[in-house]
């Protein structure tokens, strides 16, 4: 099994740039396909990012040229790198971690970004 811990969230004036962090314990951190879903306010939970152990990455539409996904295996820590923050931007935002078979799954708690006009 693993565990993931975010961090990096924050209040944060559109227009300005955040990283989340998460690391990864408890497994080996570099057979999963890593991922950045949200979940704004009344809104349901959404993807925002994911990589594959082997650093293809993917992004929806929605944040496109804005966030980048990337990992580190060394430090078993996967990152998102939010530029050109929007208020729409606002959501809790969670790590998540799968295996290539989606036959396991594990969540981070979230780590709240907070984006003002």
């Known amino acids: 099994q693993v565990q993931l811990v975010e961090s990096g969230g924050g209040l944060v004036q559109a227009g300005g740039s955040l990283r989340l962090s998460c690391e990864a314990s408890?497994?080996?951190?570099?057979?999963?396909?890593m991922g950045w879903y949200r979940q704004g306010p009344g809104k349901q939970r959404e993807l925002v990012a994911t990589?594959?152990?082997?650093?293809?990455?993917s992004a929806a539409d929605s944040v496109k040229g804005r966030f980048t996904i990337s990992r580190d295996n060394a430090k078993n820590t996967v990152y998102l790198q939010m530029n050109s923050l929007k208020p729409e931007d606002t959501a809790v935002y969670y790590c998540?971690?799968?295996?290539?078979?989606?036959?396991?799954?594990?969540w981070g708690r979230g780590t709240q970004v907070t984006v003002s006009s």
């Open positions: 408890g497994s080996p951190f570099r057979i999963y396909v």
């Open positions: 990589i594959t152990p082997g650093g293809s990455t």
């Open positions: 998540h971690a799968r295996s290539s078979l989606r036959t396991y799954e594990a």
